[in-house]
């Protein structure tokens, strides 16, 4: 109790202290890549409340994502204020988590997985279709952009997202999600109705999802409409989460640091090749790593003490 | 166009869809792998025939006396490296982790693809590509045809096959009952490994019928999801199944072009697949199973 | 009053009926054993009760409502609670999380998840588990486990208990420990449905037992009655004496 105590003021420490950045530095470089790393750890949070504490892999978070950047742009472009249009993004993305989860989360294995990838895959193929072109920022909007706001939308929604699934994993709700994740029918014998669940984690997650893709919207000035749909947004939460390590409050986080400054190094002496190893790495992890870098001293000791077994006879 | 121009279409994305999906679902419905990876095998296989068919003009059905056994050998490859070591774990485990490390396989492939090929599209032109025979009105693309034909022959072969040859009851046995095959003198590593190869083998055909349309390295992921909703539409486990879902699919993918039009392809085939979840989750073609 | 009530219950997997027309009802404060030869379909009449698997034919009554259709979460929170033959720990959570759930949900939770944890922590002093709190579930050994699944199932506060070969694989003094720690329970108010191949301990503790034998009921009585059963002796009973 009193560690978590701790730990809750030394998280808020940590989002004041980002909060006062810009007070520091105006360098560009600084502010794009907190961006980003607000946004993925968003992102890779919103995907572990509903993969790796409620035990449903969602392999089509772009759809969530790209809804949530689709339905913000849309909006603010027309003149609807930034708040509002992030919000509608975020509800979206609800919306399309309902049609998908209704059916799909009342049945088990392989079901949600395909509802999430077929939602995906056919929401990029007709988003670019039906809007094949760019998207660029009216003039007056152009003229104002600044990554100041941009830089303080992203922290509020990191922040946001964490203090909600945060307060949600270690509550009553969260010990429902975690017994529905490690056996559904033992859950329901105790009488957790594992579907309800399921339901609120997928909510909850498409939300955040939403708001980081309304984020994504509100952060570049032109991009190709159906780019926030593509495969990568699929592929880069579950990266992120498995490598930090799943079902962990941190390991996303730890997993975004990861993530961003790897990339970062990456594309620069890369270039596309990048891809393949962050693919590599992916399938190591599955394999070899489970539990991620949360779990690298379990696994250590584990090691080390298997060897001093043998050792010892 | 008229509307039975449109069917027949649908008729021949159809057999396409369920060449794609004939391989997921042997893979899944004997073995319990979930290989999101099956659509990206098949543009990888499609490549195939294009290089084989740019560098030494051989035709994509006959390339595929190379690709074929090319694409098994991928399938032991990973197989021994990545998919055998998930036998330990129970069925849910083994569905998702074998569903993420094939999710990492279609990230690999694609870029690798990329890579190797750039993003833009190919396609394989014959000396019969673009040649209809005319039925009347209708006019049917003899690739058109082949793809039907294939279809039939790849998956009713594959249920003889599994139904009445000794190997074909041995990979069946295994998959009904993995210790009471081992009883039966059944060598159980061997008939796995066999059954997977088979599987991603499979994804050959479908790259041949599809390096006659277009490939590019981003389609890998469109097929597998078609492939996917098709095993949705038949029901887990089942064979002959998968080519009327394809054909379902097909048809009812051409009925929205015909009504709504091309962009909303996609979400025809969603919504069928949501109306199926929800109304006979167990599948269309599979009688209700226990539980 | 009956506390359960069980009318003509019958559940067939494809050709074969593994529980055919099976009646018999449970009253409060009791303990009743459920016996038979392997595959006579205990297991299948727990899953039945706990909504697990749907009858194809027949009637459960719990407190005089009908329950038959009930959803496995609607069952454990009208009061009913089980363990499984083959062990279920949620094996990613630790041994207190597992407890905690049943506290959390089940018939009656506990109103903060202060409360919840401190329940589960003195449920699992009373069972035995007090120095495995933070032990992740599954790589506690088996007899941990099964104690674990007990002390899950009574965080839910059952007023019915349903037992699935709780002993199989204790030593016998483990046993008695669990006879005395049962019969205790039950005076406390928990009536319970005992299914055990250990027939001595079951038979020390239980007030009725009933018998099944290829999915249908043939024999009910006390365990003094069954003991003497002809029918009794020559499908089951007779394997155990000489076993
Ligand atoms: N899900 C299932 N599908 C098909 N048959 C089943 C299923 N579950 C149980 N059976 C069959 O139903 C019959 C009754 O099984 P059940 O598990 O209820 O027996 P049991 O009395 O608990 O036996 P044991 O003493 O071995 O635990 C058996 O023949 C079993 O093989
Ligand atoms: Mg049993």
Redesign the interface.
């Known amino acids: 109790m009193v560690e978590r105590k701790k730990g809750l003021v030394l998280a808020a420490a940590v989002i004041v202290a980002l909060a006062l950045v810009p007070f520091f530095t105006v360098r560009e470089y600084v502010f794009s890549i907190l961006c980003m790393l607000f946004l993925y750890v968003t992102l890779s949070q919103s995907w572990n409340i509903l993969g790796g504490y409620t035990g449903q892999i969602n392999v089509g978070q772009a759809a969530f994502f790209g809804m949530g950047a689709l339905v913000a742009r849309l909006l603010w472009v027309a003149g609807v204020p930034f708040y509002l249009s992030i919000l509608a993004g975020g509800l979206g993305s609800v919306i399309l988590a309902i049609i998908i989860g209704l059916p799909a989360l009342k049945l088990r294995g392989h079901y949600f997985a395909i509802g999430t990838l077929a939602v995906a895959t056919i929401a990029q193929i007709t988003v670019g279709n039906i809007l094949p072109g760019i998207s660029f920022l009216p003039a007056q909007q152009m003229a104002t952009y600044s990554l100041i706001p941009r830089y303080y939308v992203f922290l509020i929604i990191m922040a946001a997202a964490l203090a909600v699934i945060y307060f949600t994993v270690n509550s009553r709700v969260g010990l429902g999600m975690e017994a529905t994740r490690d056996d559904e029918e033992a859950a329901q014998m105790v009488g957790v109705n594992t579907f309800k669940y399921k339901m609120i984690a997928f909510l909850i997650s498409s939300f955040f999802a939403g708001l980081a893709g309304g984020g994504f919207a509100y952060f570049n000035a032109s991009y190709y409409w159906y780019l926030p749909f593509t495969l990568m947004w699929c592929f880069e939460p579950i990266l992120i989460v498995f490598i930090g390590g799943v079902g962990s409050f941190l390991g996303p986080v730890i997993g975004s640091v990861c993530y961003v400054l790897l990339k970062e190094l990456f594309a620069l002496t890369l270039g596309e090749a990048n891809l393949l190893i962050f693919g590599i790495v992916f399938i190591l992890t599955i394999l070899f790593f489970p539990k991620g870098v949360i779990g690298l001293p379990a696994k250590l000791r584990q090691l080390f003490y298997r060897r001093g077994n043998v050792v010892g006879r | 166009m008229e509307f039975a121009q449109y069917i027949t279409y649908g008729v021949i994305n159809g057999s396409l869809y369920a060449l794609v999906a004939i391989g997921l679902a042997l893979i ?1 419905g004997i073995m319990g792998i ?1 290989n ?1 990876a099956q659509g990206s095998l098949a543009m990888i296989a499609a490549y195939g025939s294009v290089l084989f068919f740019q560098h030494m003009k051989i035709d994509p059905f006959v390339s595929l006396a190379l690709t074929l056994p090319g694409m098994f050998l991928v399938g032991v490859f990973m197989y021994l490296t ?1 998919f055998m ?1 998930m036998n330990k774990f129970d069925p ?1 485990q083994k ?3 074998s ?3 094939s ?6 492939m ?3 693809a ?2 190797l090929w750039t993003a833009n599209e190919r396609t394989v032109t014959t000396a019969y590509s673009g040649t209809v025979m005319a039925l009347g009105d209708l006019r049917i693309p003899y690739t058109g045809i082949a793809t039907i034909i294939l279809a039939i022959v790849v998956i009713f072969g594959l249920h003889f096959f599994l139904k009445h040859t000794t190997f074909g009851k041995s990979i069946w046995a295994v998959s009904q009952d993995h210790d009471c095959a081992m009883l039966m003198g059944i060598n159980v590593k061997r008939t796995t490994l066999v059954a997977f190869g088979l599987g991603i083998a499979l994804s050959a055909f479908a790259g041949a019928v599809v390096s006659l349309h277009t490939v590019s390295p ?1 389609v890998g ?2 097929w ?2 078609k492939a ?2 098709l ?2 539409l038949a029901g ?1 486990g089942s064979i002959n199944g998968i080519l009327f879902a394809g054909l379902l699919l097909g048809i009812v993918e051409a009925l929205g072009v015909y009504l709504v039009g ?6 025809v ?2 919504l069928i ?2 109306i199926v ?2 109304l006979r ?1 167990q599948g269309l073609f599979v009688r209700k199973a ?2 | 009053m009956d506390l359960l009530k069980v009318e003509n219950l019958s559940k067939s997997f494809g050709a074969l009926w593994a529980v055919n027309s099976v009646s018999f009802s449970v009253a409060e404060g009791e303990i009743v054993g459920l016996i038979g030869p392997n595959g006579s379909g205990k297991s299948t009449v727990f899953h039945l009760i706990t909504g697990l698997l749907r009858a194809n034919k027949g009637k459960i009554s719990y407190q005089g409502k009908d329950i038959t259709r009930f959803k496995p979460y609607q069952v454990s929170r009208s009061g009913i609670a089980r363990t499984f033959q083959i062990v279920r720990p949620f094996p990613e959570m630790t041994t207190l999380k597992n407890v905690m759930v049943g506290r959390a949900f089940g018939s009656s939770s506990a109103r903060s998840m202060h409360d919840t944890e401190d329940d589960a922590r003195r449920l699992l002093d009373l069972t035995g588990l007090a120095d495995k709190v933070s032990a992740t579930a599954g790589h506690l050994g088996l007899v941990y486990r099964k104690k674990l699944e007990l002390a899950r199932a009574l965080a839910t506060k059952p007023r019915l208990l349903l037992l699935d070969e709780v002993m199989a694989g204790l030593n016998p003094t483990e046993m008695m420990e669990t006879v005395e720690f049962l019969k205790g329970l039950r005076n406390t108010g928990v009536t319970m449905i005992v299914v055990e191949h250990v027939i001595k301990a079951l038979f020390s503790m239980t007030d009725r037992v009933v018998v099944l034998n290829a999915g249908e009921k043939i024999a009910e009585g006390t365990p003094h009655e069954i003991s003497r059963n002809e029918e009794v002796i020559k499908v089951y009973l007779g394997d155990y004496e000489h076993a």
Request: net charge negative; proline share 2%; charged share 5%.
């Open positions: 899944m979930f999101i990545m070591s849910g569905l998702r982790n569903m993420l490390v999710f990492g396989l279609v990230l690999i694609e870029t690798l990329t890579i981003a992921i469109d597998t999801n996917l909703i095993i949705v887990v091309v962009h909303y392809t996609g979400v085939g969603l697949f949501i979840l929800m989750p226990g539980v």
